[in-house]
């Protein structure tokens, strides 16, 4: 799992990385800095340095060194998850609320650092800091571990964390940042998990023997129970699609094309769902304009950038199958989104560019279909699609211009409604 700042991510290993949210570096920090302080650290012991030396063998790069590690029993990782975030990061998961509230991934009793501390609690397993060069691996007990008998799983999920430490030796993943844009961080988050996972696979099967207890193997099997299905997706995305995505890169461009990734990380999900498009192809530049002002006083804009091909996949398979979410995201080419919130009051504007007119017309009518099954009643208005819930978010989407579609969601009407006036005068 990464924070938000590297895009939230969990999988096969489950891992933790915390950096600075914002996308700006911090200083380096000393491990008593932010472990919490009954959970005890060491020096990686010497059975482990060796497995650092042939981790990062494997993976083409520098063994690690300074690196410490600790076991934290399950029922404190959520505390330990709480020691770790920066005030970035808390601020960052209260942007997430607004705008996944909006969106329908999360109820209005619901918030983002809930999912992820519930997220924890479930299904951490493993976990990376940066700031700390730290990495635990979580126990079922309270006991100190026998670090000489260690199951095959746990050996597994050392190798995934020490790809971390290498990674972040070699790269400097505080600095890596996706400079608080959805779509680049979760692309960044893809790179550094898809990475991680692919070369803990390798390790397990060159170093660890095959009659011990295999790792988890089903990436499903490991969903966190009660957490919205679109999050679990969102979270266990960097740990399946990207996998495949890094381990392609690995087979035609060896270790060398994955450290030129990690030199100029992609910008966009649309290149990992779309690899065929070349590490050259850039979506197309989209703008909104600043709606603070005009929408009234006491607004403010909350969060704003990319929403990005995944996101938006994401989204319609809140009603719609998977595969036609797919296929009806995949003419994304380009977007922007921008947040404003006043007091409770909170609206989403999103302009989305789509490959040709009929993509565009074909995403309109999916979220007219989608809108329509979360119990909205959908009318068209002087041009105009609303979509109005019984508990008031509505959603307002403006006649096609081509390739573009427009559409704002408020908390209330009257919020949807002035800002689609905004856009329709911009």
Not at 25 to 39: H, L
Not at 138 to 149: F, H, K
Not at 188 to 205: F, M, N, P, R, W
Not at 410 to 420: I, T
Request: contains cysteine.
């Amino acid at each position: 799992m990464t924070s938000r700042r590297l895009g939230l991510s969990i999988g096969l290993t489950l891992a933790l990385l915390i950096g600075s949210c914002g996308g700006g570096a911090r200083e380096p920090a000393s491990p008593a800095s932010t472990v919490p302080a009954d959970i005890q650290t060491t020096p990686l012991p010497p059975a482990f340095v060796q497995v650092a030396k042939d981790v990062a063998g494997l993976r083409g790069l520098p063994t690690p060194e300074r690196v410490r590690m600790g076991f934290v029993p399950r029922v404190e990782v959520p505390a330990l998850l709480d020691r770790l975030l920066s005030d970035d990061d808390r601020a960052r998961f209260a942007q997430t609320t607004t705008l996944y509230r909006l969106l329908g991934h999360l109820r209005p009793d619901e918030d983002y650092l809930s999912i992820y501390r519930q997220l924890g609690a479930e299904s951490v397993v493993g976990l990376y800091s940066p700031p700390d060069k730290t990495l635990w691996i979580v126990q079922q007990g309270t006991a100190p571990p026998d670090v000489e008998s260690l199951s095959r799983e746990v050996k597994s999920t050392l190798a995934h964390e020490l790809v971390h430490a290498a990674q972040d030796a070699a790269f400097d993943l505080e600095r890596l940042s996706g400079g608080g844009d959805l779509d680049a961080t979760l692309a960044l988050s893809c790179l550094i998990e898809g990475d991680a996972v692919t070369h803990q696979g390798l390790y397990a099967a060159k170093y660890l023997a095959a009659t011990e207890t295999a790792p988890r193997s089903n990436l499903l099997a490991g969903f966190a129970a009660d957490i919205p299905p679109s999050l679990n997706r969102e979270f266990f995305f960097p740990y399946t699609t990207c996998v495949e995505w890094v381990r392609s890169i690995r087979e035609t461009g060896g270790t060398a094309a994955i450290d030129a990734l990690f030199r100029n990380p992609p910008k966009s999900t649309a290149l990992v769902l779309h690899p065929e498009r070349g590490p050259g192809w850039q979506p197309d530049a989209v703008s909104l304009p600043d709606m603070a002002a005009p929408l009234g006083s006491g607004w403010r804009h909350e969060s704003g950038g990319t929403f990005g091909e995944f996101q938006l996949r994401n989204y319609l398979q809140l009603r719609l199958p998977g595969l036609r979410s797919s296929i009806l995201a995949a003419g994304w080419m380009g977007d922007r989104y921008d947040v404003y919130s006043h007091r409770d009051d909170a609206v989403a504007v999103f302009r989305i560019v789509f490959a040709d007119e009929a993509k565009a017309a074909a995403f309109g009518a999916a979220q007219d279909e989608l809108l329509g099954a979360t119990g909205a009643k959908v009318t068209s208005t002087m041009g105009l699609t609303v979509a109005s819930r019984a508990d008031g978010n509505t959603t307002v989407r403006l006649p096609n211009a081509g390739r573009e579609v427009l559409f704002a969601i408020g908390s209330n009407a009257e919020a949807a409604q002035r800002a689609v006036a905004l856009l329709r005068r911009s």
